[in-house]
């Protein structure tokens, strides 16, 4: 039974996640439009750029999806259907054995998906494997200093309460998601990977006060909880309670409270990069 025409446009409406967004449309400025060729998107979380591309390479290309979550298959086959793209395919699996062949892929993206990967450099070994010898790779990711503004606050307020192991794991964290631009350079160099351009780029979060901030659906969905789990459980409220206070005090001060998102989008080739 096909889809009702309000359940096509409930689907399709606001469906692009504001975080993705700046990375994505960057990356999508930097792919090099080619007809006749697969391309991968690796680790298609809600369906961008996958869908995007698909719809914008055109019939001649199929557009492979791969993400390990089966709710990320489920909601990307049910946009697939719901906007009639045909040429795009969404398959569960991880970027560390991505399940193609040898030379399969004219392109292959990620728009802030490697960040995740337990194993980038596995991850960039089977990209080359998989990407055929004229192939063209756009990764974005973003960079230590994002949110760098909360991070201060965090520390400078676990500094007060004494808690210097808590600091520690703090900038664990931070390194473990978010690599430096010249550390990244060299993992995709190692891969066997040329570079084109190294674009750094970001975009600003806005929020009226902390508790704005600490209470908006994508801190709560995609950062929080990672940030109570540096502190042990006793002393979780008490740390947040001076962070949202510190917050609040900076917004009052400035007539606003700024989050910052740097990011870096690289343009890769397999073989010797194009001329100036």
């Known amino acids: 039974m096909g889809m009702t025409s309000e359940e096509i446009h409930m689907t399709n409406y606001d469906d692009l996640p504001l975080w993705s967004a700046p990375f994505g449309l960057t990356l999508l400025d930097t792919v ?5 060729i697969n391309v991968l998107d690796l680790g298609s979380g809600s369906g961008f750029p996958m869908l ?3 719809e914008r390479m055109g019939k001649t290309c199929m557009v492979y999806g791969l993400d390990p979550s089966e709710e990320a298959i489920k909601m990307i086959t049910s946009k697939k259907r719901s906007k009639g793209i045909e040429f795009a395919k969404i398959v569960k699996g ?3 054995e991505i399940p193609f062949p040898d030379e399969y892929f004219g392109l292959i993206v990620s728009n802030n998906g490697l960040n995740n ?5 596995a991850a960039l070994a089977e990209c080359f494997r998989v990407a055929d010898e004229e192939a063209q790779m756009v990764l974005t990711m973003n960079l230590p200093h994002t949110m760098i503004e909360f991070y201060k606050i965090f520390e400078e307020t676990l500094h007060d309460l004494g808690m210097t192991h808590e600091i520690t794991l703090m900038h664990k964290h931070i390194d473990l998601k978010r690599k430096p631009v010249d550390y990244l350079k060299e993992l995709i160099l190692h891969a066997g990977f040329a570079i084109n351009t190294i674009n750094v780029d970001g975009f600003r979060l806005r929020y009226n006060d902390g508790s704005a901030f600490l209470n908006h659906h994508l801190i709560r969905s995609a950062f929080l909880d990672s940030w109570k789990e540096i502190i042990q459980p006793p002393m979780v409220d008490p740390v947040f309670e001076r962070i949202e206070q510190r917050l609040n005090q900076i917004a009052t001060e400035r007539g606003e409270l700024i989050m910052s998102i740097p990011f870096v989008c690289f343009d890769c080739v397999k073989n010797k990069p194009l001329q100036p």
């Open 32 to 36: 090099r439009m080619k007809t006749h």
């Open 52 to 54: 995007e591309l698909a």
């Open 94 to 96: 991880i970027a560390e």
């Open 117 to 121: 990967v337990k194993d980038q450099v």
